[in-house]
């Protein structure tokens, strides 16, 4: 132990031997837990696919049998909940087949000889609204689509007027 002076008062918690200190360590920040890649997180994780639609099943059946207005409209919002988030998933995976098709395409006239070329961000917005676009006119919601799209901008337009006096 530390020898101490006699001349000051010995403090109540006095510390004999150096405690080790927890290194706490986040996961998700850690180089130990690997690299993050999407795809093979998609194939190990492939099974809560079939959970999830299970599970949105049941609601759905609780949600016929069900009498009761509050309960009933839990249940409602849980299964808006589930189908959203099924949908984001959709949308991100075709997202991330995209960019992969067009890094094969890359990659392909690289092997060529020609000089690869990389998409900015903007470039990659418009391609993704033109496939927005083709999908829309595909099923035929395109005019409804627009037509909100034109109100939405009419409302925002107006917002950025000045007021009018006398009317």
Do not use: H
Not at 44 to 50: E, G, I, K, R, V
Not at 73 to 87: A, P, S, V
Not at 100 to 125: D, I, T, V
Request: aromatic share 6%; with cysteine.
């Amino acid at each position: 132990p530390l020898e101490m002076s006699a001349k000051k008062p010995v403090p109540f918690l006095r510390q004999v031997v150096p405690a080790k200190k927890k290194v706490r360590r986040d996961p998700r920040f850690d180089d130990l837990s690997g690299e993050y890649k999407p795809e093979i997180f998609m194939k190990t994780y492939s099974f809560l696919d079939s959970i999830k639609q299970k599970e949105k099943e049941m609601v759905q059946k609780q949600l016929k049998k069900c009498r009761n207005a509050e309960q009933k409209e839990k249940l409602q919002q849980l299964l808006n909940r589930m189908t959203q988030q099924e949908r984001a998933q959709k949308k991100q995976q075709e997202l991330r087949e995209r960019e992969l098709s067009w890094k094969r395409q890359q990659r392909e006239l690289a092997k060529q000889g020609k000089k690869p070329f990389f998409l900015k961000k903007s470039e990659k917005r418009k391609l993704e609204l033109v496939d927005k676009y083709t999908e829309l006119k595909r099923s035929g919601k395109l005019e409804s689509f627009l037509s909100k799209k034109r109100k939405r901008n009419a409302i925002k337009d107006k917002r950025r007027l000045p007021p009018q006096k006398g009317l």
